[in-house]
């Protein structure tokens, strides 16, 4: 590389590169200043500027690693490794700030503008000559690129697992298990029965069965507008799984529409009790005693 070569033009390009670091906060603050000026919600404002310090010490950061490597003609290894370290630190505390991703990419050509505006001064004052000018380009806008990508693939997996615990919670939600009367609860079942679902609801219903010692469960199907093949698959899973812990199945609320659909598919619920409604179910229990 261009850099390798005649000392001048190395100790040219390391002068550079230390001006960056000497100035970065310099960078940083008309990098701010400008993005406030564009801020037009008060309530974001506010923010920002109770966060200034911390924000202002992370962009700080990026530059000073930009002029660390242009300084000490990093190797392409150990730019990477110091634009990832960078990007998965901001890419973290920037989410649990509860900035949204296109908000901060928007800052990207900022970033760009106000680093490259010393970058300009430096050349001019130090005379570069054209070869070691596009030298620099040629570090600078692939690490910025680089942090960017490094910052979003971040602040993308944050949101995803928080997407996945709000999908997990909502699940275990949506398998409640209700106890009516001693040894009797009732599931009702509101929706679609996915892979994920079907997978909770075999573990919350064995789950349920031995903490609550139940011999008898009532899964109401009134809010299930799909049972294909699948489902009664799972359907059959829990029940199995359950007569194993001495517990017995009662469907309920199977709709005309559902029912159709089983008898097209041929599928076949002879093993398991089946009741028009919640009320039939329960007065099963009431002749029994169990339910006051």
Do not use: C
Not at 128 to 138: H, L
Not at 168 to 177: G, T
Not at 193 to 201: K, M
């Amino acid at each position: 590389m261009y850099l390798a070569d005649g000392g001048n033009d190395v100790n040219t390009i390391n002068r550079i590169g230390q001006a960056l670091i000497d100035r970065k906060y310099e960078i940083v603050r008309n990098l701010h200043q400008e993005l406030v000026g564009l801020v037009e919600d008060s309530e974001k404002l506010r923010i920002m500027e109770e966060m200034q310090d911390e924000i202002l010490e992370m962009r700080a950061e990026l530059v000073n690693i930009f002029g660390q490597i242009i300084r000490d003609q990093s190797s392409q290894q150990e730019r990477e490794h110091l634009i990832e370290q960078w990007g998965a630190q901001t890419g973290e505390t920037i989410y649990h700030l509860g900035a949204h991703l296109d908000e901060a990419l928007f800052e990207t050509r900022f970033y760009r503008k106000h680093i490259w505006n010393v970058l300009k001064d430096e050349i001019q004052q130090n005379g570069v000559s054209i070869e070691e000018i596009v030298e620099i380009s040629e570090i600078f806008h692939p690490l910025l690129d680089h942090a960017v990508y490094s910052f979003s693939l971040t602040f993308v997996k944050f949101h995803q697992q928080a997407l996945s615990n709000a999908k997990l919670a909502f699940l275990e939600l949506s398998v409640p298990v209700v106890p009516v009367a001693e040894g009797v609860a009732i599931l009702p079942i509101i929706g679609t029965i996915d892979t994920e679902r079907a997978r909770l609801l075999m573990e919350e219903t064995l789950q349920s069965a031995t903490k609550l010692h139940l011999n008898k469960l009532i899964i109401d199907l009134s809010g299930v507008v799909v049972v294909d093949t699948m489902v009664a698959d799972q359907l059959f899973k829990v029940a199995s799984a359950l007569k194993l812990l001495g517990v017995e199945i009662i469907l309920t609320g199977i709709r005309p529409e559902v029912a159709q659909t089983v008898v097209s598919l041929g599928i076949q619920f002879e093993s398991i009790v089946i009741k028009a409604n919640l009320k039939e179910a329960m007065s099963i229990f009431v002749k029994d005693g169990r339910v006051g």
